[in-house]
């Protein structure tokens, strides 16, 4: 059920959403957290989509901002329930004019009391995430560039270390958590013998992306070792689905008994290889948005890792002039 209220105010809203909760029942009262998505131009739908998903794991209220300063100052909303906003409750807010220019004082009324702020940014558009007016308001605060689309892999560098540069605790990003997967089976490999030092290592993945740079700012910082960085423009690999978004297609580690890769070969199998060892298929599909946003939200805790990384493994990261023209 979608609910319409239209050339209203953050306290009708919240009476309405009052006796929404009152005709509900109890169910209404058990919302863990408030998740705050921010638009701009356009209502990603797509992100309520994942949001609505990740509600049946973490019940919360979803308060989605979709911002149009140009306009003629107005405030119209949504409250979105039922089968509309999955485990949860969805409010959308369309802010126009000089209604657009406050969002804190727009979301504060309509906050969860006693339940931490999350605050999600699906189409990131660079800067400081924790010093914007709504980040201070967040325990949390997440960032995506998954649907960015930057030239090349020194402008994406770039982002990175101006994340790093303006990082606080509770910062989070969602590029670091579609990596979960790809670490956990580079470390399950180097804890199995012969135990050697790995000498180097080689990133391949798509230009544009923060995915092969936060790989191999974790590989290099942990360690120690060279990474080289090799950007790709397009998916080429005939056995990716076209409706896939694979980020980082190959992880090479070298020792001195040889290397061993992890290579994908389809959105749902990766391929290991190591010399003379027969070759392994290991299933590990492609992250959803849904996959990704519900992890990071299981815990509200600081990722002390994705910060060494970001704080230290970031800055040190190189591009040759060949790669970050890509």
């Known amino acids: 059920m979608i609910i319409e209220l239209t050339n209203t ?26 998740l705050v998505v921010v638009n701009e131009n356009t209502v990603d739908e797509e992100a309520i989509r994942a949001a609505n998903e990740a509600s049946s794991e973490h019940p919360m209220r979803v308060i989605v ?3 149009s300063p140009d306009a003629e100052t107005q405030l119209d909303a949504e409250i979105r329930v039922g089968r509309d906003a999955g485990a949860g409750e969805v409010v959308v ?6 209604a657009a220019a406050d969002a804190e004082t727009l979301v504060q ?3 969860l009391p006693d339940a931490p702020v999350v605050v999600w940014w699906p189409r990131w558009a660079g800067g400081s995430p924790s010093t914007t007016p709504l980040g201070r308001l967040a325990a949390v605060r997440i960032v995506d560039e998954a649907t960015n689309q930057l030239p090349h892999c020194a402008s ?3 982002r990175l270390r101006r994340l790093a540069a303006d990082f606080h605790p509770g910062d989070a990003h969602l590029d670091w958590t579609r990596l979960t997967g790809w670490r956990a089976q580079l470390a399950a490999v180097l804890d199995q013998p012969p135990f050697e030092t790995v000498l180097g290592a080689r990133v391949v993945g798509r230009a544009g992306s923060t995915v092969p740079l936060l790989m191999s700012a974790w590989l290099q910082h942990f360690l120690e070792v060279p990474v080289e960085i090799v ?4 998916e080429t690999d005939e056995h990716l689905s076209a409706n896939s978004r694979v980020n980082l297609y ?12 992890f290579e994908r070969i389809a959105a749902d199998t990766l391929r290991f290889s190591q010399e003379e060892q027969p070759e392994q298929l290991i299933p590990l599909p492609v992250r959803t948005v849904t996959e990704v946003l519900t992890e990071e939200l299981r815990s509200l805790a ?11 493994g970031v800055p040190r990261l190189q591009l040759d002039d060949h790669h970050g023209a890509q």
Request: glycine share 8%; charged share 20%.
């Open 9 to 34: 105010t953050t306290s009708q809203i919240a009476r309405r959403l009052v006796e929404v909760r009152e005709e509900g029942g109890a169910l209404a009262l058990s919302r863990v957290l408030t």
């Open 65 to 67: 901002i979709h911002t």
């Open 93 to 98: 807010l369309h802010a126009s004019g000089e």
């Open 109 to 111: 009324g309509l906050l």
């Open 156 to 158: 994406t560098l770039e």
């Open 231 to 234: 950007p790709i423009a397009d």
């Open 250 to 261: 190959s992880v090479t580690l070298q020792r001195n008994s040889g290397s061993f890769v």
């Open 302 to 312: 600081p990722d002390e890792v994705y910060a060494d990384v970001l704080l230290r």
